[in-house]
């Protein structure tokens, strides 16, 4: 049975980091292509990046590009999203997910198993 359990989130101020990890058991991590995904209280849930199975690709949203990074370490079986300079509109409970494609995508239903999530709250 594939698992997927995110920490690391907490309250933050504006402009500081966070470091996500997404531990996932069950099977090993390199067959999954690996999404994060976050979903705000009465919003859709929204696609944040994707990193494909060794690692060597990865896409981020525009509203995250340059300040979120995604990686991933297949011998820990663990995934990681690290945010930099946090603004209030990033706060959302952050999912990870894993997919059986090879090809990053920020398609949800082409992810096959999901997290609990982890709550994330940036203050101004």
């Known amino acids: 049975q594939v698992r997927l359990v995110e920490s690391g989130g907490g309250l933050v101020q504006a402009g500081e980091s966070l470091r996500l990890s997404c531990a996932v058991s069950?099977?090993?991590?390199?067959?999954?292509?690996m999404g994060w995904f976050r979903q705000a209280p009465g919003s859709e849930r929204e696609f944040v990046g994707a990193?494909?199975?060794?690692?060597?690709?990865?896409i981020t949203t525009d509203s995250v590009k340059g300040r979120f990074t995604i990686s991933r370490d297949n011998a820990q079986n663990t995934v990681y999203l690290q945010m930099n300079s946090l603004k209030p509109e990033d706060t959302a409970v952050y999912h990870c997910?894993?997919?059986?494609?090879?090809?990053?995508?920020?398609?949800?239903?082409?992810?096959?198993?999901w997290g609990q999530g982890t709550q994330v709250t940036v203050s101004s």
């Open positions: 997910a894993a997919g059986s494609g090879v090809i990053v995508t920020n398609t949800t239903n082409l992810y096959d198993y």
């Open positions: 069950g099977r090993t991590l390199s067959s999954f292509l």
């Open positions: 990193i494909s199975r060794s690692g060597g690709s990865s």
